[in-house]
């Protein structure tokens, strides 16, 4: 019978240490995504400047 290989890093195992460098790379990559797409989508030059009349000849509430 095959018997594992007995690499060990100061962390563990050869395999738990590089997946968890793939994750943490993953994890990285994801967070800087979802800033990209915030900062684009939710940043302050994105917004309009609406005061109340705007709002109020846009609805037609004004008489």
């Known amino acids: 019978m095959l ?4 690499r060990t890093t100061r962390q563990g195992p050869h395999w738990a240490w ?4 793939h994750l ?16 684009f989508f939710f940043s302050g030059g994105q ?3 609406i005061d109340a009349g705007e709002v109020s000849d846009r ?3 004004h008489r």
Request: proline share 7%; hydrophobic share 55%; no cysteine.
């Open 24 to 39: 943490g790379w993953v994890l990285a990559i994801k967070i800087a995504f979802i800033a990209l797409l915030f900062a």
């Open 47 to 49: 917004r309009p400047d």
């Open 18 to 21: 590089r997946l968890r460098r």
């Open 3 to 6: 018997e594992p290989t007995k």
């Open 59 to 61: 609805l037609q509430l």
